[in-house]
């Protein structure tokens, strides 16, 4: 298994715009979980998905993020309309519910907002 | 919910010393800690975990302690190594049924050669 795919590794975008970040998580695993990491703030959970269907989106920011797992393969995580401060890297990760629960990371998306 | 402490924030040690980093955490229900090592630009890594019913836990040169009574649980890292230089997450992940984890702020590792 390739393990967890983020794309883009890198956007850079201007303040306004809509930023799309995109997620394939390890096959087989049911959980998957958004993070941002700043200096300021560590790696805080955005929001994480058990089997496509949300489950904790209390730390999505505010109004302008939304996220969305369409099948068990893909998840998106929006910004629109980006600001500075959303500048971050963006992790997703994902883990499976059996003995092993690790929870495996992508590489992240370096956004930065201009 | 859960809130992680990770101490110190930095810490810099001579190669072959060891190296120590404490956390706590406030849910008692939490069952699971792992520590994630984090290289510059990298992704987090799981290095080690342990769970509530374990009170030690090693892997050649890691060890990870957990005190359940006090809800606090240290990283040890013996014959450090300039390739230990990083930063280490503590994380917990809280019961019923929680699943996500909750990090504590990271503390950068220099193990100077």
């Known amino acids: ?114 | 919910g859960e809130n992680v402490e990770q101490h110190p924030s930095t810490l810099s040690v001579q190669e072959g010393d060891s190296a120590v980093i404490k956390c706590t955490y406030s849910d008692s229900a939490s069952n699971y800690f792992p520590w994630y090592k984090q290289e510059l630009g990298k992704r987090p890594q799981l290095i080690i975990d342990i769970r509530s019913n374990v009170g030690e836990k090693k892997d050649q040169r890691i060890a990870v302690t957990l005190n359940k009574t006090a809800k606090h649980f240290s990283l040890h890292i013996t014959e450090t190594q300039p390739e230990d230089s990083a930063v280490y997450f503590c994380a917990a992940r809280g019961g019923a049924g929680r699943r996500a984890l909750t990090f504590g702020s990271g503390t950068r590792l220099q193990v100077q050669p």
Request: proline content about 6%.
């Open chain 1, 1 to 114: 298994d390739a393990g967890v795919i983020q794309s883009p590794r890198h956007e850079v975008t201007e303040m306004g715009q809509e930023v799309t970040l995109r997620c394939k998580p390890i096959s087989g695993h049911d959980y998957l979980f958004w993070y941002r990491q700043t200096m300021m703030r560590g790696l805080e959970l955005l929001i994480y998905f058990n089997n496509n269907v949300p489950i904790d989106d209390s730390g999505m920011p505010e109004d302008r993020f939304s996220a969305k797992m369409p099948n068990a393969s893909f998840s998106t995580l929006k910004i629109q309309p980006s600001e500075p401060r959303d500048s971050a890297v963006y992790f997703c990760a994902s883990s499976s519910t059996g003995a092993n629960t690790e929870a495996f990371f992508g590489q992240g998306t370096r956004l930065t907002v201009v």
